[in-house]
């Protein structure tokens, strides 16, 4: 592991000022991962000067993380928080993930899996992008919803909330209802510790996690900017780029079946419907 922080002297990367707009024109500029170990930093005004190394990437000691493995496997090359070089090394390890990973077994697994558990099954396609819950990784990175072995996925409870809320703001709009009265309404499908019949205190559907189909290129690295700060009661702008994984176009497998204790075929069928509607709103 190469850790030796780049020496003072060494020049550093030119930074645009912020007012110039990027010219649609001009090819999209692409990170190299490979060879002297870049870390996609250019010399700018025409000079010759080499791009400045990350020191987390050098070509002595790359990263090679296994194709199947997690993309958070990519992330333990990154180290402090506080150089110059985290950003730029940030985007080049969401690149790699981005080219290297091949989930296709792993997923083929997984939705064969919901196929054989479930009684009702169909699929879902996002026309562009979309990222499910996650959390801050390594580095401030935002991390999508990915499962224990790292593959993303919407969660079977993410599911169920969706449904669910949709029940719910329906009975609203063709009752003119609270919401607290539509609540005690969908007992008989997804349960309330408050219902007055035991068979409606446990749901009757189960909802299964849904993984995306085998999809080499389903991972796309997004971008979140927060340009402005408050100081001094006053906003400043201040640019603030913050790469995150999303996934681009995925066709997703969703697996639903009856609990143990319920044989009503309606039942799943009018759930399915509200999670359909609810799919089609958004997540």
């Not at 080499?50 to 990263?63: A, G």
């Not at 196929?115 to 099954?121: G, M, V």
């Not at 790469?243 to 044989?263: A, D």
């Not at 759930?271 to 089609?280: E, M, N, Y």
Request: with cysteine.
């Amino acid at each position: 592991m190469v850790s030796d922080k780049p020496q003072p002297n060494q020049p550093k990367r030119p930074q645009p000022p912020a007012t110039v707009k990027p010219d649609a024109s001009r090819p999209r500029k692409v990170i190299t991962v490979s060879g002297g170990g870049s870390s996609g930093g250019h010399s700018g005004n025409g000079s010759n000067q080499p791009p400045i190394p990350s020191p987390w990437l050098k070509p002595e000691n790359p990263p090679q993380p296994h194709s199947e493995a997690s993309f958070v496997e990519y992330l333990r090359w990154m180290r402090s928080p506080s150089s110059e070089y985290k950003d730029p090394t940030k985007v080049q390890l969401l690149q790699m993930a981005q080219e290297g990973a091949n989930y296709s077994t792993r997923l083929q697994q997984l939705t064969q899996r919901t196929q054989l558990i479930a009684q009702n099954t169909f699929k879902v396609q996002c026309p562009w992008r979309i990222r499910v819950g996650g959390h801050r990784g390594p580095e401030s990175i935002l991390l999508p919803a990915f499962d224990a072995l790292g593959m993303p996925y919407i969660p079977s409870s993410t599911l169920r909330g969706l449904a669910r809320t949709q029940a719910i703001r329906e009975i609203i709009r063709q009752q003119n209802i609270k919401w607290e009265d539509a609540e005690k309404q969908i007992a008989p499908w997804f349960g309330s510790l408050d219902a007055k019949n035991k068979s409606d205190r446990s749901g009757k559907v189960v909802f299964l996690d849904a993984y995306p189909m085998p999809n080499q290129n389903i991972l796309a690295v997004d971008m979140a900017n927060n340009i402005w700060q408050w100081e001094d009661n006053s906003p400043k702008y201040s640019p603030n780029p913050n790469p995150f994984f999303s996934l681009e176009k995925p066709l997703f497998v969703i697996g639903l079946r009856l609990t143990s204790g319920c044989q009503d075929e309606q039942i799943l069928e009018k759930v399915k419907q509200w999670l359909i509607a609810g799919l089609q709103a958004g997540v």
